[in-house]
């Protein structure tokens, strides 16, 4: 079991920026690829962007050019940087270990993104 605690969603205005956190409890180079998804109400759950331990990068092609997955090793916590925000964007955000997507496991309470003027 991996702790994953979201952070930093908010109510915005289309066009504005805003970065999300999700901090684990376990060494975030060990826990393989890790991955932002959202869900938007009515909507199933989405991959929005990925991290491998190796640091390469994939991204939902409605987000690319607009968000960033990072991490910080020593936090061990990963990011999304989100610039230029739609309203299409406006979801429940979470962050997880691929692994675990995949079988549905493991997930924590979100973050809540609202892009609305």
């Known amino acids: 079991q991996v702790q994953l605690v979201e952070s930093g969603g908010g109510l915005v205005q289309p066009g504005e920026s805003l970065r999300l956190s999700c901090v684990t409890d376990?060494?975030?180079?060990?826990?393989?690829?890790m991955a932002w998804y959202r869900q938007a109400p009515g909507k199933q759950r989405e991959l929005v962007a990925s991290l491998t331990d190796g640091s390469n990068t994939d991204y939902a092609a409605s987000v690319k050019g607009r968000f960033t997955i990072f991490r910080r090793s020593a936090e061990n916590t990963l990011f999304l940087w989100m610039n230029n925000l739609k309203p299409e964007d406006t979801a429940v955000y979470y962050c997880?270990?691929?692994?675990?997507?995949?079988?549905?496991?493991?997930w924590g309470q979100g973050t809540q993104v609202t892009v609305s003027s």
């Open positions: 997880n270990t691929v692994a675990r997507a995949v079988l549905d496991q493991n």
């Open positions: 376990k060494n975030i180079l060990s826990l393989g690829t």
